[in-house]
C-alpha cells in the first residue's frame, strides 16, 4: 500500500503519522523530536508544565530536529492555565496547537493572529463541524478506545466514516492504533492520517522514566475510570484505579488548581505525575485499548520500520 500524503496547513510529513500529547510529562522534547525526524509529527505536552519549562521543551526539541520536521504543542482545554500555555506556544513559533477537553473561539483567533494552525480534537460529527467552521485546520476522531479523558462511548471505526464525510479539513484517527494494519484500516475509513500515542510511550525516546514504559509493556488491559473532570478516562489496572472506584476519596495534600472544574475525589495532577516518575502501581498510567499489543521497548526509528513493514503486508 502506498501511503497517502498527508497536509495540514504548511504541514507535510513524510508519514501521515502524528504522535500523541501525552500528559503529564511522557511526551515532551526527546519523544517529539524523535518522532519528527523519523518523518511523522511530534507533539510536546502542555499538560501541567510551567511556561518557562514548555518554553525550553520546545527550543530543544528544534534542536534536535535542526529547525526541520514539525513540532507541536497539546494544550489541554479544561486546564486552568490554558490560554498562558498556548500564548507560549504561539510565542515560540510552534507548528500548530492540538486542543482537546473542549473548545473556544478564541483559541482559532489566537492560532490565526499567530499564523498557526490549530487541531480540534473531537468526537462527533456536530463538534468536527463546528470545529471546521470555526477555523481548525483538521480534527482528530478520538473513538472510545483512546487513552487518557474520553468524550464518546462510541468505538472509533463507528465514528470515523461519519466524520469524514461530514467535513472538508484533514482527518486524523485516533484511539487504541497501535500497528500497522490498524493504520490502513483507518485510512481505508476514510480518515487522512493517524494519531498514535501508547505505542509511543514505549519507546526509548519518551520522556517518562524507565518503570512507566515498563508498565506499559506488561499490561494486559485497560479500565475505565472517573476522572476529576467530569469524563471517563482509560488507564491501565492498578493499585490507583482500585482506589477510586465508587465514591472513594483519596487524600489531597496540596491543591494547585490546575483545571478550570475538579470534583477534588482525588489530585489528578499529582497522579499522573506519579506515574511518570516511576510509582505506577499509585499513579494514573493513561493508555490506550489495545496496549496488550505493545510488548516491546523500541525505538521511534523502529516502530516506524514496523509500521511501514505493518501496512505493506496487511
Known sequence: MKMPELKIAHMKPKWPIIQGGMGVGISLSNLASAVSNAGG???????????????SHIRKAREKTQGAGYIGVNCLYAMSDFAVTMKAALEEKVDFIISGAGISRDMYNWGKAYDTPVISIVSSAKLAKMS???????????????????GTEEPLFDLL?????????PVI??????????????LDCGASGVQM???????????????FKEKIIQAKETVLMDSVVGLKGR?????????????AKLPINKCVSCLKKCSHQYCIYQALLSSMN???????????????????IKSVQEIFLDLQNEIAYS
Do not use: M, W, Y
Open 197 to 211: 500515542g501508547t505505542r509511543f510511550a514505549a519507546s526509548s525516546e519518551c520522556d517518562a522514566s524507565q518503570s
Open 132 to 150: 471546521e467552521k470555526l477555523g481548525a485546520a483538521a480534527v482528530v476522531v478520538e473513538g472510545n478506545e483512546a487513552g487518557g479523558h474520553l
Open 235 to 247: 488507564a491501565i489496572a492498578n493499585n490507583f484505579t482500585e482506589s477510586i472506584k465508587g465514591d
Open 161 to 169: 466514516p461519519e466524520i469524514a464525510e461530514a467535513v472538508d479539513i
Open 173 to 186: 484517527a485516533a484511539g487504541g492504533i497501535t500497528s500497522g494494519t490498524d493504520v490502513k484500516r483507518a
Open 41 to 55: 509529527i511530534g507533539i510536546i505536552s502542555g499538560t501541567g508544565l510551567p511556561v518557562d519549562e514548555l518554553r
Open 278 to 296: 516511576g510509582d505506577t502501581d499509585n499513579g494514573l498510567v493513561f493508555s490506550g485499548a489495545g496496549v496488550e499489543r505493545v510488548n516491546t
